[in-house]
């Protein structure tokens, strides 16, 4: 029989194309359905390894992908949002929860696909309510994620008559190393191990691979599903490639041990097969969530182990940002309400540091458009925003109680600088998206704009650190410092709008080039007047 290599590979290549974005357009469905809370979920319950599991687990349900779980974790041990044996026992739900999509395609709809897509793109289109629309995008996933595999398999059913590819299946039952070898090297391409485990149910059901040749390449899914983490830890904190040699170590060590015992659970998948009745492809989904039950099972007490192994072969001392506040201790609040609120003070010294922070990184990306910059900037400017949240609920709770009329005015400028320091984290955000702009669309400054922005940028950052300087230490004539700075920031917009004008008129820069110019300019005078008011706090303009 002649096999027509055209159709068959196109075939295949459009179904994966169309299963990898279906189960893409399914997770994203679904995440929006939830909330964009994901990493509060993670934050709040991941207290423990084994909760971390759990949370591991139903996350990745959620969205439909161990790789965007674990890129999220990776975030968040990079952030100091969780420690490393958190993370590991995230990372280990990740992989249990990744095999429900192998269950979804064993249930075998695949003739009701199109009218399944042709539901969801009716609730898309014609129903005006988010909600429904984002379960519309659901159902649509679905549809398509069973439509791509039945184009797949079709793609697949030539090889049965090719000797060759017999050939190859009957080398791989014989040596199982190979089959994890090609399992690892499929998943590293196409990056979602969803799709290789699908692929591998299709060719099962098709008896074009035994039971011997598909467990191995099981395995390997397993192991070539963590290179997204991996690349998402490539100059990332060392916290973060912890995280990732973690996730990679968990699955290389749960494939060699299942090789080992290859054929007693080879007669595990057999003899559950006949006991429950199960279709081929429910095989393979079996034996998929075994191998990541067990694996997770075995290595669960080894947690410990796992970090301290990884922070031996990962060596370096970590710099995290870390979101959480650190003095916001909830029992003074009703036993000494004037110590709570020298607490506060602490954090509100800890997020003017991270302020201070975001505007260098934000001026070195300026300089040298590294995009790491920027990263971290963002990094800051949400860790500015969680702690405003944190300490605003914590000032609020000591409202509630008596307090004298001193530690009152303490109170309100203490809720006043946390909003100012807040509103520098958006400028300098603003700032970030403006550098953006400039890079996407190739915008090019004068070498005196950038000089005036050096000049600018470096009394800006000068004048927040010293508010912040002087809210630390009360000290009156570092705020007066900061008041005559920030005149100097005032004059300073005024005198560069004009130098903006002339290079303007003068043809020496783009009107593109104007706008961002300006809206920096802007964004770093606004900054100075946030900074003024702290300082203006402490001469007791506020209070």
């Known amino acids: 029989m002649d096999v027509n290599w055209q159709e068959m590979l196109f075939q295949f290549i459009g179904g994966l194309g169309i299963f990898l974005f279906a189960i893409k357009y399914m997770g994203d469905g679904l995440q929006k359905a939830a909330g964009d809370r994901l990493r509060s979920i993670l934050d709040r319950f991941t207290t423990n390894p084994f909760m971390g599991v759990l949370v591991g687990i139903i996350v990745t349900v959620l969205i439909q992908s161990s790789s965007g779980t ?23 739900g990740a992989n ?18 199109l009218p ?73 391409i196409v990056q979602s191990s969803s ?42 904190s060392v916290a973060a490639r912890r995280a990732a040699a973690t996730h990679v170590l968990f699955n290389i060590v749960g494939a060699i041990v299942f090789l080992i015992l290859l054929h007693p659970f080879t007669l595990y998948v057999e003899w559950i097969a006949g006991v429950l009745n199960l279709e081929s492809k429910m095989q393979i989904a079996f034996a998929h969530g075994t191998f990541n039950v067990v694996n997770t099972l075995i290595q669960f007490p ?30 003074f609040i009703n036993q000494s309400p004037a110590v709570a609120i020298g607490q506060a003070k602490e954090e509100i010294i800890r997020m003017g540091d991270f302020a201070v922070q975001g505007l260098e990184e934000t001026y070195e990306y300026l300089k040298t458009s590294n995009k790491r910059n920027a990263e971290t900037a963002y990094q800051i400017e949400d860790a500015i925003n969680n702690l405003d949240r944190k300490i605003t609920d ?92 920030e005149d100097l920031i005032d004059k300073m917009e005024r005198k560069f709008r004009k130098n903006h004008i002339v290079r303007l008129n003068g043809g020496h820069c783009s009107a593109q080039a104007g706008i961002v110019f300006v809206d920096i300019v802007s964004n770093l005078e606004r900054i100075g007047d946030h900074a003024v008011n702290i300082a203006e706090a402490i001469l007791g303009k506020r209070v």
Do not use: C
């Open 70 to 92: 674990t890129v999220i974790t990776v975030g968040l041990v990079s952030a100091g949002f969780m420690t490393l044996r958190q993370a590991i026992g995230v990372i280990m």
């Open 96 to 113: 249990i929860g990744t095999t429900i999509t192998a269950f979804i395609i064993g249930l075998d709809v695949g003739a009701y696909a």
């Open 116 to 188: 399944i897509m042709a539901f969801g793109a009716f609730l898309i289109f014609f129903i005006k309510k988010n909600s429904i629309k984002n379960m519309g995008e659901v159902i649509f996933g679905f549809g398509g994620l069973f439509l791509g595999l039945e184009l797949m398999s079709a793609g697949m059913k030539p090889l049965s008559s090719l000797s060759a590819f017999s050939d190859f299946t009957v080398t791989m039952a014989d040596h199982p190393l190979l089959g994890v070898v090609a399992g690892t090297v499929f998943t590293l």
């Open 195 to 236: 799709a290789t485990v699908g692929i591998l149910q299709g060719l099962y059901a098709e008896n074009l691979v035994d039971l011997q040749a598909a467990l191995p390449v099981l395995f390997g899914d397993n192991i070539g599903t963590t290179i997204t983490a991996i690349l998402a830890s490539i100059g990332a």
């Open 302 to 331: 080894l947690i410990g182990a796992w970090a301290l192994f990884v922070t031996k072969i990962i060596p370096g001392k970590d710099v995290t940002i870390e979101y959480k506040p650190k003095h916001l201790d909830p029992n």
């Open 394 to 485: 914590y000032l609020v709770e000591i409202s509630a109680v008596n307090i004298s009329p001193v530690e009152s005015a303490r109170h309100v400028m203490l809720m006043d600088t946390v909003r100012d320091i807040e509103r520098i984290g958006d400028h300098f955000e603003n700032i970030i998206e403006l550098i953006d702009f400039r890079e996407v669309n190739k915008v090019k400054l004068t070498e005196d704009a950038m000089d005036d922005l050096t000049e600018m940028f470096t009394l800006t950052i000068g004048t927040v650190d010293k508010a912040i300087r002087s809210l630390d230490t009360n000290d009156i004539e570092l705020a007066k410092t900061v008041a005559e700075q």
